[in-house]
């Protein structure tokens, strides 16, 4: 496991927490975002005190000794606006490419969940567009189990897209 240090974003880091989401937005499915998200969009996110919203960074030392760099990110949100949603939240990360299979999602998350239970928050929902092998892996390790599929919800890079939604009761 890299030695990484999981901590709350701050508003220094949303260019970098936009740089990786973009790179996914305009080459994988992971997203179904078709254009990058303007700084309002981040801006907003950090800026939510809603109990049970989080923004988290994974930073670490750069291997060419440049300094520490944000790693990835992980944030929890609303599920859904109507307000018996409250103690749902739902849950994504998003990780640089150099950064990913070294354990650094597993730490974003275990840091998360920590914070959702300190919330009271009940139930944690993440949607995972298929296939995305290191993503079931991830919620599968962290004690998710896959709630549902939604075949073809979504279009994108050409094709018809599945969601699984990955549970867990807090
Ligand atoms: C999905 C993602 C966040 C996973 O984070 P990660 O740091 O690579 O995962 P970790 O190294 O913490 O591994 C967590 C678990 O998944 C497993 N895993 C990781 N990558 C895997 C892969 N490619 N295939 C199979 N299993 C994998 C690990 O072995 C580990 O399981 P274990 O604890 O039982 O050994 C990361 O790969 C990523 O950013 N991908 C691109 C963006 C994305 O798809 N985000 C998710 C949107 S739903």
């Known amino acids: 496991m890299e030695p990484v240090l999981v901590r709350r974003a701050e508003p220094a880091d949303l260019p ?3 740089a990786i989401y973009d790179e ?3 080459t994988a499915i992971s997203t179904f975002d078709l254009e990058p998200l303007p700084p309002a969009y981040w ?5 939510s005190r809603d109990p049970g919203d989080h923004v988290l960074v994974a930073e670490w030392e750069a291997s060419d000794g440049s300094g520490a760099g944000v ?4 944030y929890s949100s609303s599920y859904r606006p109507r307000p018996a949603y409250s103690r749902t939240r739902e849950v994504s990360v ?7 299979g070294r354990g650094v999602g597993r730490q974003l998350y275990d840091e998360l969940l920590d914070r959702l239970r300190a ?4 139930v944690v ?3 995972v567009a298929l296939p995305n092998q290191a993503s079931e892996a991830l919620h599968l390790a962290c004690g998710f189990e896959r709630v549902g599929l939604l075949p073809e919800v979504g279009w994108k890079l050409g094709r018809w897209v599945d969601t699984a939604i990955y549970g867990l009761t807090l």
């Open 16 to 18: 970098r927490i936009a």
């Open 24 to 26: 996914q937005v305009r």
């Open 43 to 47: 801006e907003a996110r950090l800026a």
């Open 71 to 74: 790693a990835g990110y992980a």
């Open 94 to 100: 998003y990780l640089d490419e150099a950064a990913r």
């Open 119 to 122: 919330d009271g928050v009940h």
């Open 125 to 127: 929902l993440a949607v």
